[in-house]
């Protein structure tokens, strides 16, 4: 199925005494990135947030904000590190003393040092915040799969119209190669007639033997089967339901390759001209599969 990989969606859910919110970014990456914002406070629950995320998103680089507050009775609460507020405090009256400071030391000063006021250790409810955060993210991740699912859609609309091209670039290919015998034939009597001038005659067996030769070694019919088989493969991964943005590019350049060799073997201008629109349609697929998951 084509699903794009640039998303959004948020939930939040509140019961009496908490309240979760969760909003996730999706972008492009080759892989499946994780970048999670959670409060350390609840940092215990990160191993069950990365798990339910990658059960549901394939790849890309997913930035998952979480947001989580308890009421009073559960809240944070802090205390004073006294040890440390002492000997700073100490530490700012001998300088005071020393240099003959008149101001008296204000509590704004005790509280910018870091350490002084600190978090207590409080147990938390894990397993019934839990409850609530994977209702939250699991509501969250459906609607951000839709979103990426209705993305998709419309990168397949795009990417049938760009097969259509291709497959009736190979139509054409496969028109002109039915007269090249008869074309290779015509270039190689002209060729001799030019290099002889016309002094020496011209035996149409061996005419006939060197242009068949030249045709087998031009013969592109292997080629045009192949593609024809990476262009139903290519649709049949769009249709399926498992994601599909690695093996459509690993099918892509597979097309690329088969593009090369018909536009190295084929030795014919007008051939040459659509394999170049070809392969000008199949960077432009190449750049829209990117976006796929």
């Not at 054409?172 to 090249?180: A, C, M, P």
């Amino acid at each position: 199925m084509i699903k794009s990989m640039t998303a959004y969606a948020g939930n939040d859910l509140s019961t009496d005494n908490l309240t979760v919110a969760v909003e996730i970014r999706g972008y492009n990456s080759r892989h499946l990135d994780i970048a999670l914002k959670l409060y350390h406070r609840y940092a215990v629950l990160e191993e069950k947030i990365r798990k339910t995320i990658s059960e549901t998103i394939a790849r890309g680089r997913i930035e998952i904000k979480i947001s989580i507050q308890e009421s009073l009775d559960n809240a944070e609460v802090f205390r004073i590190n006294e040890p440390m507020a002492k000997a700073y405090y100490e530490t700012l009256v001998q300088l005071k003393n020393k240099f003959q400071l008149d101001p008296e030391i204000p509590l704004a000063l005790l509280l910018n040092k870091n350490g002084i006021i600190e978090t207590a250790d409080t147990d938390i409810d894990t397993d019934k915040i839990w409850m609530s955060l994977e209702v939250c993210l699991q509501n969250a991740l459906k609607d951000f799969d839709m979103m990426k699912i209705n993305e998709g859609d419309s990168l397949k609309t795009d990417l049938d119209q760009r097969l259509v091209f291709i497959e009736d670039c190979m139509a054409r290919i496969e028109g002109k190669t039915d007269g090249l015998l008869a074309l290779y034939q015509e270039k190689l009597k002209t060729r001799i007639m030019t290099l002889t001038q016309g002094i020496i005659e011209i035996d149409p067996a061996r005419i006939a033997q060197e242009s068949a030769f030249i045709a087998d070694k031009s013969d592109i019919s292997e080629e045009l089967v192949r593609a024809k088989s990476h262009l139903r493969q290519f649709r049949e991964l769009m249709a399926a339901e498992d994601p599909c943005g690695r093996p459509l590019n690993f099918l892509l350049q597979e097309f690329n390759r088969e593009f090369n060799t018909m536009g190295s073997k084929a030795g014919d201008a007008e051939i040459a001209h659509i394999i170049v629109a070809a392969k000008t349609e199949l960077e432009k697929i190449r750049e829209q599969i990117q976006n796929v998951e």
